[in-house]
C-alpha cells in the first residue's frame, strides 16, 4: 500500500482540502459571542460542543464547495493541485464526509440546547448553498460573509439562547469584514471567472473598482466592531484593539493594488487571521478589565 492511501495521508489531505488552519477565521468570533453572553468563562459544556460545531460546519461548507467546484478548480491554474483535482480524495470520499460532519454538527448543536438544534438545517443551508452563488451572482461574497457571520450568534445563543442587539452588531461586522477580504482573494481569479462564466465582484466590476469596494466593506466593519463593543459594555481594552485592527483594515488596503497583486495572500490570510484573534482577545479584555 501507497503512503498516498494510507489513512494517515488521507486525514492530511482532507486538512489540505477544507483548509483547516482557516478556521481560525471563525472559531475566535464563535467564542466572542460565547464569553460576552457568559460575562466571562462559558461552562465547559458548551464551549466544548460550540467548538465541535464550529469545525463541523465549516468542514461542510469548505469540502461540498470543493466537490461542486471540481470541474472549474481542475481547469483553474491556480487550483489544480487541490487534493480533489489531483486524485488523493475522491468525490465520494467526499461526499461522505459532508454527511459525517453534517451530523456531527446538527448532534453537537442538539446537546447545546434547542434553539441551536431548532436552527442547526438554517445553519448548514447558508454554509452550502455559497459554493452554488458564484454561478449566479457576484453577491456570493456577502453570502461568504453571512455564513461567517453566524459565528457571534451561534457563540451566543450557546449560553444564552436569545438574539442580542451586541451579538447582531459583531455579525454584521464580520459579514462585511469576510465580504472584504473574499472580494481581493477573488482578485486572482478575474480572468478565469469571467471566461468560465462565473460571478464575483473582480469579474463583474473590474479590479479598481472591487477593490473600492472592499474597502467600503472594512469600513463597515470597523464601524460595526465598534458599535458591537459599546452595545456589549467592553471595557477600554477592547476599544484600544478596535482601533488597532481598524488600522491593521487600513494597512491591508494599502499593501495591494489593481496594478499589484502580488501580497494578496498576506492580505487575505495572514493579516485576516491576527484580526479575528485580535478581536476576541480585545473582547476578553474588555470582559475582565
Known amino acids: 500500500m501507497s503512503s498516498a492511501s494510507t489513512p494517515l495521508a488521507n486525514f492530511g489531505a482532507v ?5 483547516i488552519e482557516h478556521s481560525v477565521f471563525a472559531l475566535p468570533f464563535a467564542y466572542l459571542g460565547q464569553f460576552i453572553a457568559a460575562g466571562g468563562l462559558p461552562p465547559l459544556k458548551p464551549f466544548l460542543l460550540l467548538t465541535v460545531a464550529m469545525v463541523a460546519v465549516r468542514s461542510v461548507a469548505m469540502a461540498f464547495n470543493r466537490v461542486i467546484d471540481l470541474p472549474f478548480d481542475a481547469k483553474n491554474p491556480r487550483t489544480q493541485q487541490r487534493p480533489l483535482v489531483t486524485g488523493e480524495i475522491s468525490p465520494m470520499q467526499t461526499w461522505a464526509f459532508v454527511a459525517v460532519m453534517a451530523a456531527i454538527f446538527v448532534i453537537a448543536c442538539f446537546f447545546i440546547n434547542e434553539l441551536s438544534f431548532m436552527l442547526s438545517p ?25 455564513v461567517l457571520a453566524l459565528s457571534p450568534l451561534a457563540g451566543w445563543i450557546s449560553v444564552d439562547p436569545q438574539f442580542t442587539v451586541s451579538a447582531v452588531l459583531f455579525a454584521w461586522g464580520i459579514l462585511f469584514w469576510v465580504a472584504g477580504f473574499d472580494i481581493i482573494y ?23 473598482s472591487a477593490l473600492v ?15 458591537g463593543g459599546w452595545a456589549a459594555g467592553l471595557a477600554w481594552p477592547y476599544f484600544a484593539v478596535w482601533a488597532v485592527v481598524s488600522g491593521i483594515l487600513y494597512w491591508e488596503h494599502s499593501i495591494i493594488s489593481a496594478d499589484d497583486m502580488s501580497r494578496v495572500n498576506m492580505a487575505f490570510f495572514t493579516m485576516n487571521g491576527f484580526i479575528s484573534v485580535m478581536v476576541f482577545a480585545g473582547a476578553l479584555a474588555g470582559i475582565f478589565m
Open 213 to 227: 469596494i472592499s474597502s467600503f466593506c472594512h469600513v463597515v466593519t470597523s464601524i460595526m466592531f465598534l458599535m
Open 186 to 208: 477573488s482578485c486572482q481569479d478575474a480572468e478565469y471567472d469571467r471566461t468560465v462564466g462565473l460571478n464575483s465582484v473582480p469579474a463583474h466590476f473590474g479590479l479598481t
Open 122 to 146: 438554517v445553519a448548514l443551508f447558508v454554509a452550502a448553498f455559497y459554493s452554488l452563488l458564484k454561478r449566479f451572482t457576484w453577491l456570493c461574497h456577502f453570502w461568504l460573509g453571512a
Open 15 to 19: 486538512c489540505r482540502m477544507i483548509k
